[in-house]
Structure formats: structure tokens, C-alpha cells
């Protein structure tokens, strides 16, 4: 009988102890199985962070594009208003005969002169000029601008009153006048332009337009070319100025007297350098006035 009772709690000693480490086993499993649920659930809500962080930086990046473009529609619309003058200096032909140098004037000067020529190139200033300004024409109505020329060819015979008159009778916004330069001091090299003084008795209430365009264009053609800078010339001696009823700069792109500056203004790529310059700084002016 004794001997029965010790089998008997034998016997319950060990599904007691087979009870007990179920009952371990449960309690050690649950945690790593409550464990292994935050992970999945930390896991996807980072995933919806980042989903949203990337959503977040298409619609910014979407929304600055719409912005910069409805910005460039809106200052070529503004630009289709803009009429901008171009003169190609000079003409294959001088004419020496004479006309007032501004409106009611007694003092004469030369209708137009035939400008002066490459000492290394042998190209004529009036060849370079035309060949700048078409270059300009094209890049100013690339950008939006309308444009009007006073010549687009060689063979024409033009006074310097009779261009300023092509600018004033098209009522256009600018008048830009294209040149080169010349100089007995085959050294001198640089760009400058020339506009009229406040007490011209022409035309002086155009002084502070057409000298902040003279400005902002000389800026831009050093900036965009490296030539030197020469100057801004306020004068009243010439015809091409003082005939102007709209703002108005002379453009005189560098010296063809000076061998190495006459080989950079006939390059094609140093006149697109060039024709950049002249029209950013065309930009920077409209955005002034």
C-alpha cells in the first residue's frame, strides 16, 4: 500500500512539474510574440512616414515648378509687350552730306559715316554690326521681345535722324545702336556705351532711362565677354542721339584697331558672348523700368 501511494506520487510530482513548464513556456513565448507585433506595426508606420515625407517633396517640388513657370509665362507676356529698337551701325556706303545735329539745330554733321575696319580681319565695322544686331534681333524674339530693325542689309542709305526717326515712328521701348570702335592707339581695347547728358536740349528728359540702359548693358557685356571696361560717355554731339524720342544707347563693342580685340569681335562664338550680354542687360533694364 505504501509502496502504491510513493509510485502514485511519483507520478503526480512529475505532471506537476510538466504543468509548470508549459505554463514557462506560454509565459516566455507571449512576450517575444508581443514583441515581434510592435516591430511590424513601428515597422509600417515608418514606412507611412516616409511615404508621406516623399509625397510631401513631390507636391513642393511640383508646386515650385508651376510657380517658375507661370512666372516665365508671365514676364514673356510682359516681354511681348516690349518693343526694342536695333540700329546696325554704319552702311556699305558713307554719305557725307549734311544734316542738323539734332531737331531745329543750326550745327550739321554728316548724314552717316562708314565707320572704321578690322586691322587684322579686314572686315568692315559696318559688316561686324549688321552681323551682331541680326544676332541680337534673333535672341531678343527668342526671349519674347518684339523687335524692329532700321536695316537688315548692307545697301541702304540712311541718316543717323532718318534711324532714330524707324525707333521713334515704331514707338519702341529702346533704341540699341550697334558699333565697334576705333582708335589711332592700336593698344586701346574695351567696350563702352555713350548716351546723351541731363542738359541735352533735345532730348534730356530721356537722361535717366537711356543711362541706366546704357549701364546695365555695358555690365552685361564685360560680364558675359571678360572685355574690359572702358566707360559710360554722356554726350550731346551726336545725331543718332539727339534725334531720339525714346530712351537710347550707343553700343560701341570694342576696338577693331586693336588686332587681338578684332579677332575676339569677328568670332562666332565671342559675338554670341556678346549678343547675351547686350540682351541681359536689355532684361535687367525692362526689369527697371
Not at 515650385?64 to 552702311?91: C, F, S, T, Y
Not at 535672341?139 to 540712311?158: K, N, P, Q
Request: aromatic content about 6%; hydrophobic content about 35%.
Amino acid at each position: 500500500m505504501i509502496k502504491n501511494m510513493k509510485v502514485w506520487f511519483c507520478i503526480f510530482l512529475v505532471l506537476c512539474c510538466l504543468s509548470g513548464c508549459q505554463r514557462k513556456e506560454k509565459e516566455v513565448a507571449q512576450p517575444v510574440g508581443g514583441e515581434i507585433s510592435r516591430y511590424l506595426q513601428s515597422t509600417e508606420v515608418e514606412h507611412g512616414r516616409n511615404l508621406l515625407k516623399e509625397k510631401t517633396e513631390e507636391m513642393r517640388v511640383k508646386k515650385e515648378e508651376e510657380e517658375k513657370a507661370a512666372e516665365e509665362a508671365q514676364k514673356k507676356a510682359m516681354k511681348a509687350e516690349r518693343l526694342v529698337a536695333i540700329d546696325a551701325g554704319h552702311q556699305g556706303k558713307g554719305d557725307s552730306a549734311q544734316e542738323p545735329i539734332g531737331p531745329g539745330a543750326s550745327e550739321m554733321k554728316a548724314r552717316v559715316s562708314s565707320g572704321t575696319c578690322g586691322v587684322s580681319t579686314g572686315i568692315n565695322e559696318f559688316e561686324l554690326n549688321l552681323t551682331v544686331s541680326l544676332k541680337l534681333q534673333q535672341e531678343l524674339e527668342d526671349r519674347g521681345y518684339r523687335v524692329v530693325m532700321t536695316r537688315t542689309t548692307h545697301d541702304v542709305s540712311m541718316s543717323n535722324a532718318e534711324r532714330a526717326a524707324i525707333a521713334n515712328d515704331a514707338q519702341a521701348d529702346i533704341f540699341v545702336r550697334i558699333h565697334a570702335n576705333g582708335s589711332e592707339d592700336s593698344s586701346r581695347e574695351g567696350a563702352l556705351t555713350m548716351c546723351m547728358t541731363p542738359q541735352n536740349p533735345y532730348n534730356g528728359n530721356l537722361y535717366t532711362q537711356s543711362r541706366q540702359l546704357s549701364e546695365v548693358i555695358l555690365d552685361e557685356i564685360c560680364r558675359a565677354t571678360q572685355a574690359q571696361r572702358e566707360s559710360i560717355i554722356e554726350t550731346d554731339t551726336m545725331s543718332g542721339i539727339n534725334w531720339c524720342g525714346v530712351p537710347v544707347t550707343i553700343v560701341e563693342m570694342g576696338y577693331m584697331t586693336n588686332p587681338e580685340e578684332d579677332r575676339r569681335l569677328n568670332d562666332e562664338a565671342y559675338q554670341k558672348q556678346m549678343v547675351m550680354g547686350i540682351a541681359n542687360g536689355i532684361d535687367r533694364y525692362f526689369d527697371t523700368f
